[in-house]
């Protein structure tokens, strides 16, 4: 069920502004290597602490 969750939660932004997706997916591509491991830290820490307020 979760992974369902993120697949729809993914799946809005192309669907209702392919053009803004678009953007931002190009802004993306212009961040560091140091700064897109940050990112992915922070929604894994964010996504545990969350996991372990709803048990």
Do not use: N
């Not at 560091?32 to 940050?38: A, N, V």
Request: hydrophobic share 65%; charged share 15%.
């Amino acid at each position: 069920m979760a992974i369902a969750l993120v697949l729809i939660f993914e799946g809005l932004l192309p669907l209702i502004s392919p053009p803004k997706w678009r953007e931002m997916f190009a802004q993306l591509l212009q961040l560091e290597d140091g700064q897109i491991r940050f990112f992915g830290l922070s929604i894994v820490l964010l996504g545990l602490f969350l996991l372990v307020w709803l048990i």
